[in-house]
């Protein structure tokens, strides 16, 4: 008899007749004396270095493995995405397991990772999303050493471009140009360590490159000339004062600013990113809309000063990166089945809202949630970035039992 799926059983029910069920049974015992070969596996995705726009021999890996646990079609699409398909009794409902396999760290990092004795692992990445991507062959190895057979069926999928400037474009490209897209019934991203969160809110955002180019010049003997460092100087406290609501909550951040080649030099072009977020929409774009006026305003200003007969600067406001926002309600059965299979593992879960790959599949209407890994990490996005997998079988057991509750357990 099958486990009931989503629509036919509460969560509760569903979550119950896993448990109960001696193929996940032996699942959990895998996930607890795999714990080794799991690390190693994670070890060997992570020390293959994935920098944005440039994943493609992580991308490569993970199809081997993939591959090896014997799904279906594994091969990168027209993205750079890893996909491939665990096919169950039928194509649908068709549940997406994702993790992404960009990190933030440019092209030449060391990535090696570096074991303490402990257990603790060492590495760029390492837990961002190093642990995600060893859950999905932790994942695909269980079902099928264990040879589970489910009603639906499950996409795994390594995407590319979460991080930055890739503005979620391996998902973006998976839902809305891939042959996936109209197939998708259900979508969970696994994204970093832990297993009490539930991020089933799309935090969303909006990215800057905002430019400023002039004749430049001289310290001293063109004092005068308007100087794109200091027009981005002015743009930059004008965001600072900005009265950004606690609730609901909305954040600012200029990540980088550069320009100019010598301290007596007078730039001709100067850049600065900005991050802006928030979880109300509205409020995101009021804040957009200040801050592509106030960037404006900070050019006149400067131009306003220059002296007589000294060109003017020109400012460019580009767009890099919009993330959807929008939301998995709450008493979505998707958000209710993994907050149960959380709480089955003893643990207290909690809605919580971000940035991930899941922003794409909620804005498009599909149920969606991110989930960690299980384990516990730090120093996130820093050389120094750190993952504990002690705990890591929990959240690999909390998958399993959302992923299963998706798409059925035949018995």
């Excluded at 895998?30 to 020390?47: I, M």
């Excluded at 007589?308 to 998995?328: F, V």
């Amino acid at each position: 008899m099958a486990t009931p799926s989503v629509t036919q059983a509460t969560p509760e029910e569903m979550v119950r007749g896993l448990l109960g069920a001696e193929c996940v049974r032996r699942a959990f015992r895998f996930f607890e004396e795999q714990s080794k070969s799991f690390d190693e596996e994670h070890a060997a995705l992570v020390r293959v270095p994935a920098p944005p726009f440039g994943e493609s021999k992580r991308a490569a890996l993970l199809r081997e493995k993939l591959e090896a646990c014997g799904l279906e079609g594994a091969s990168l699409d027209g993205e750079g995405n890893c996909v491939a398909l665990r096919r169950g009794e039928a194509l649908r409902p068709l549940l997406v397991l994702s993790a992404h396999l960009d990190t933030v760290f440019p092209e030449g990092t060391d990535c090696e990772v570096r074991r303490e004795p402990s257990g603790l692992m060492r590495a760029p990445g390492v837990a961002d999303d190093g642990c995600g991507l060893a859950a999905l062959v932790a994942l695909a190895r269980a079902l099928n050493e264990l040879k589970a057979e489910t009603h639906g069926s499950i996409l795994f999928v390594g995407t590319v471009g979460e991080e930055g400037e890739g503005d979620l474009r391996g998902v973006r490209h998976l839902l809305t140009a891939s042959e996936w897209g109209p197939s998708a019934d259900a979508f969970i991203s696994i994204d970093g360590p832990g297993l009490e969160r539930i991020t089933h809110a799309a935090l969303a955002s909006r990215r800057y490159r905002v430019t400023c180019r002039g004749a430049g010049g001289h310290s001293w003997g063109d004092f005068g000339v308007p100087n794109p460092v200091h027009a981005l100087g002015r743009a930059v406290a004008r965001l600072a004062a900005y009265p950004a609501p606690k609730r609901p909550r909305t954040t600012f951040n200029v990540g980088r600013i550069e320009g100019g080649s010598g301290v007596n030099v007078i730039p001709r072009e100067a850049r600065m990113d900005v991050d802006l977020r928030s979880e109300s929409p509205a409020e995101l774009g009021r804040l957009d809309a200040f801050f592509r006026r106030a960037a404006r305003e900070s050019a006149e200003d400067e131009n306003a000063s220059r002296r007589q007969g000294a060109p003017a600067l020109e400012i460019e406001i580009r767009l890099i990166g919009d993330r959807p926002g929008g939301a998995t309600a709450p008493e979505q059965p998707l958000v209710r089945l993994a907050a149960e299979a959380t709480r089955s593992l003893g643990a207290k879960p909690y809605l919580d809202c971000s940035s991930t790959d899941s922003n794409i599949a909620i804005s498009r209407g599909l149920p969606a949630v991110t989930i960690g890994a299980g384990g516990t990490s730090g120093n996130t996005h820093t050389l120094d970035e750190w993952y504990d997998p002690a705990g890591r079988d929990l959240g690999l057991k909390r998958a399993l039992l959302v992923a299963l509750g998706v798409v059925g357990l035949k018995q």
